[in-house]
C-alpha cells in the first residue's frame, strides 16, 4: 500500500505559519504552529488531494494526536475507498 | 456634541490608486471605461466597465495574506492604509480602542463566491475552499481594516446598495461627533465585475451601450465600476491637539427611504434626505456651492435627482455647480459614495469643481448647471454628496470648509 506520509509532509511544511525545522512523524498536530484557519485549510487540501472527507470538524480535539495518527487515518480512509463495494 | 473633520483620504480606483492619481484623473476627465478582463466576466457583456487596472495584491501583501483576503477588501485595506497614513494617526494603545471601523459594501466578497459557486455548480465539485465564507462575508472588509490598521473600537459593515458607503461614513460621522468615538475609519468597497453579477446588470437592461453620460441628452444608462474609497474623520480637538493637516470638515447626515419602489427613484424621498442633510448640518441652501451628485447616467436617476435638488434648494438651484464623478469612474457601487465624498472634499480643498465629462447638450427635464466636460475652478464652502440607492435607501453627506 502506498502512503499518504510525503504529500501530507510536504502540505504542514509548507505553510506559513509552520514552526520550521524537520518535521517528525511523533510531532503533536497542534504543536506545528499552524493557526485555526491553517488547520481547516490543510483539511481542505489533504480531502482534495485524496478525495476523501476527513472526520474533522470544529469540537475535533487534535491533543495528543501526531503526525503519524494523521498520515494512518488518510491511509485508511484512502483504502476503504479503494475496496469493491 | 464634537465637532469633526476630515484628515485622511485614500482611493483605489479605475482611474488612479492614490488620491492624487484618482483626484487628478477626475478633473482631466480622463475615465478608463473598457471592455472587462477579470475572470469570466466578459463572457457576461459586451459592455463597458470602469475596471481598477494593474492592481497587483503582492505590492501590498504577502502571498499568504492574499490568499486568505477577497479583492474587495484589498482593495479597503490599501484605501484605508493610505488614510491613516494621510492622517499621521498613530493607531494603538486607548486611541485603538477609540477609533471605528465601518466599511460600507454592496456585494461583499463577490469574486469568492462567483469562483467557488461556479466549481461546486457547474464543476461538481465535492466541497468548497474552507476560506469561502469567511471571504466572502459582506463585513470581511470591515474586519480585514481592522485587523490591518490595529482598530479595536466598534467595527462593522453597513449595506444598502449604491449608498453603502455614504451611510457608512455618516453613521461614523455622527457616532464621532456624539463622543462615542474619537477617530474612524470609514468609506466603502466594491469588486464585483464578475460573471453573475454583469448577467445580473446585463437583465435590468440599464447598462450603457456606449458609456457614462449624466444628465445628458441621449444618456443611455450607467458603466459598471469598482474599486474603494476611505477617509479618516477625526474629532476637531484631537486633530488640533496634534497639530493634524486638516482637509475640511464633516457637518451633515441625512437618510431616507422612498418606501415607494425597489428600482424607480422617487424625488421625494431624495429630496428629504437632501434637506435632512441641511438640517443635520445647519446650513442654508444658499450656503452650498456644490453637489456631487448621485448622478448614474440612467433617464430616470438623473430626471428624479434634478426635480430633487429643485424642490430642496428652490430659486438656489440655479446657482449651484452640480457634477457626477461617475461619468469618469463609473458606478462602483457600495465604493460610490466614498470616491464621490472623497472628490467633494477635494473640490473644498482646492477649489476646483470636476466635470461632468461625455455631456452632449441639455436634457429638458435636467435644467442646473453641470459643469460639462471642463473642470471649474471656483471657490467651495460648503457642498452636498449624493447617493440614492436601489430600493429606495437614500443617504446624503454634507461637508464645509474648514476655519478654526
Known amino acids: 500500500m502506498t502512503t499518504a506520509a510525503d504529500d501530507i509532509i510536504e502540505m504542514i511544511t509548507s505553510r506559513s505559519s509552520y514552526n520550521g525545522g524537520a518535521l517528525q512523524l511523533s510531532d503533536s498536530l497542534d504543536k506545528l504552529g499552524l493557526d485555526s484557519m491553517e488547520v481547516v485549510s490543510l483539511t481542505f487540501d489533504i480531502e482534495e488531494k485524496f478525495n476523501i472527507e476527513l472526520p474533522f470538524n470544529a469540537n475535533y480535539d487534535v491533543t495528543g494526536k501526531t503526525v503519524a495518527d494523521l498520515i494512518q487515518m488518510v491511509d485508511e480512509l484512502v483504502a476503504t475507498k479503494a475496496k469493491p463495494a | 456634541m464634537n465637532r469633526v473633520v476630515i484628515t485622511g483620504l485614500g482611493v483605489v480606483s479605475s482611474v488612479g490608486q492614490s488620491t492624487l492619481d484618482y483626484w487628478d484623473s477626475l478633473i482631466a476627465g480622463r475615465s478608463g471605461f473598457a471592455k472587462p478582463t477579470l475572470g469570466t466576466a466578459a463572457q457576461a457583456t459586451s459592455k463597458l466597465v470602469g475596471e481598477v487596472k494593474g492592481f497587483d495584491p503582492a505590492a501590498h ?165 469598482e474599486g474603494a474609497a476611505v477617509v479618516v474623520l477625526e474629532a476637531l480637538e484631537h486633530a488640533r491637539a496634534r497639530g493634524a493637516d486638516i482637509l475640511a470638515e464633516i457637518v451633515g447626515f441625512g437618510m431616507s427611504a422612498d418606501a415607494k419602489d425597489l428600482t424607480a427613484p422617487d424625488p421625494n424621498g431624495m429630496a428629504r434626505a437632501i434637506t435632512g442633510t441641511l438640517a443635520d448640518a445647519a446650513l442654508a441652501p444658499e450656503q452650498i456651492d456644490y453637489i456631487n451628485a448621485h448622478g448614474t447616467g440612467t433617464v430616470a436617476n438623473d430626471t428624479a435627482e434634478t426635480a430633487a435638488l429643485h424642490r430642496s434648494f428652490g430659486a438656489n438651484a440655479r446657482h449651484l455647480a452640480v457634477s457626477s464623478t461617475k461619468s469618469v469612474v463609473g458606478h462602483a457601487l457600495g465604493a460610490a459614495g466614498a470616491l464621490e465624498f472623497v472628490a467633494t472634499v477635494m473640490a473644498i480643498r482646492d477649489g476646483v469643481v470636476p466635470p461632468t465629462m461625455n455631456y452632449l447638450g441639455p436634457d429638458p427635464d435636467c435644467n442646473l448647471d453641470y459643469v460639462p466636460n471642463e473642470a471649474r475652478r471656483m471657490p467651495v464652502r460648503a457642498a452636498l454628496s449624493n447617493s440614492f440607492a436601489f430600493g429606495g435607501l437614500n443617504a446624503v453627506l454634507g461637508a464645509r470648509q474648514f476655519g478654526a
Open chain 2, 61 to 225: 501583501f504577502e502571498p499568504s495574506q492574499i490568499l486568505l483576503i477577497d479583492r474587495v477588501s484589498q482593495f479597503a485595506i490599501v484605501a484605508a492604509r493610505q488614510a491613516v497614513a494621510q492622517s499621521g494617526l498613530t493607531l494603538q494603545d486607548e486611541l485603538a480602542e477609540r477609533t471605528a471601523a465601518i466599511i460600507g459594501t454592496g456585494s461583499g466578497g463577490h469574486t469568492t463566491v462567483d469562483e467557488n459557486f461556479h466549481r461546486l455548480y457547474a464543476q461538481g465539485a465535492a466541497r468548497l475552499h474552507p476560506l469561502t465564507i469567511p471571504k466572502a462575508m459582506i463585513s470581511a472588509a470591515a474586519s480585514q481594516v481592522s485587523l490591518y490598521c490595529g482598530i479595536k473600537g466598534p467595527a462593522f459593515a453597513i449595506s444598502s446598495a449604491c449608498a453603502s458607503a455614504t451611510h457608512a461614513i455618516g453613521v461614523a460621522f455622527h457616532m464621532v461627533r456624539s463622543g462615542s468615538v474619537t477617530c474612524a475609519v470609514t468609506g466603502g468597497t466594491e469588486a464585483s465585475i464578475t460573471f453573475g453579477a454583469m448577467k445580473g446588470w446585463e437583465a435590468m437592461r440599464i447598462m450603457s451601450p456606449d458609456t457614462c453620460r449624466p444628465f445628458s441628452k441621449d444618456r443611455k444608462g450607467m458603466v459598471i465600476g
